[in-house]
């Protein structure tokens, strides 16, 4: 289970909404690089990687899945991160 991110609540005393959606765009940037580069690391899971295992196919397709699965979890990280930032920057407006 997931814990829900908790939108911080803008204040005199603490950090103002820009300098907080700056950081996290910063985060969003990083994230985004990281999708890129997954997505050209697909050599991962190539068969030519497993045709020596007992069920390469098999094998083959549990490792795609895998490596799907942590894609979605990045992408579903990418969201969260975009829609604190969003309530963030509602607070500053």
Known sequence: ????LVVPKINLNGNS????VEQLAAVLKAI???????????DV????????FDDPVGTR??????????????EVLH???TALALAIQEQGE
């Open 45 to 52: 899971v190539h068969g030519r990687n497993f045709q020596t």
């Open 32 to 42: 985004t690089t990281l999708k890129a580069t997954m997505a050209e690391a697909s």
């Open 79 to 81: 969201q969260d991160i």
């Open 1 to 4: 289970m997931t814990l829900p």
């Open 61 to 74: 397709d549990l490792a795609d899945a895998a490596w799907l699965e942590r894609r979605r979890m990045i």
């Open 17 to 20: 909404a820009a300098s907080l």
